[in-house]
Nanobody, 126 residues
Framework: QGELVESGGGLVQTGGSLRLSCAAS????????MGWFRQAPGKERECVAA????????YYADSVKGRFTISKDNAKNTVYLQMNSLKPDDTAVYYC???????????????????WGQGTQVTVSS
């Protein structure tokens, strides 16, 4: 995987929605597990959602379950994060990550990923 480029971040009010996109280039996208991580100032990077290479397995952090949805379009080489009912605590820089993996389960640790995007800022105002 050569490059990951995130888009879709921005400023939104509490209760609003955003959809993040991560476009990948340089590899066979269907071989790659993908993850969305976020990092707020002074906090560790955490996995909010992840999906295995064929989309069968997904993971969501407890804090986003029922509000966020991850999806992977292998035909478009893109992974999405639909974020609904946003809260001020969701404010962070969101990163897309990728790793070539045959794992049947979604990967949730930053150390498991080989490639990272540059990040996109999401700010939720109260």
């Amino acid at each position: 995987q050569g490059e990951l480029v995130e888009s879709g971040g921005g400023l939104v009010q509490t209760g609003g929605s955003l959809r993040l996109s991560c476009a990948a280039s340089g590899g066979t996208f269907s071989w790659y597990a993908m993850g969305w991580f976020r990092q707020a100032p002074g906090k560790e990077r955490e996995c909010v959602a992840a999906i295995n290479r064929n989309g069968v397995s997904t993971y969501y952090a407890d804090s986003v379950k029922g509000r966020f949805t991850i999806s992977k379009d292998n035909a478009k080489n893109t992974v999405y994060l639909q974020m609904n009912s946003l809260k001020p605590d969701d404010t962070a820089v969101y990163y897309c990550a990728a790793v070539r993996s045959l794992s049947p389960v979604a990967l949730t640790e930053p150390s498991q990923y080989a490639y990272w995007g540059q990040g996109t800022q999401v700010t939720v105002s109260s």
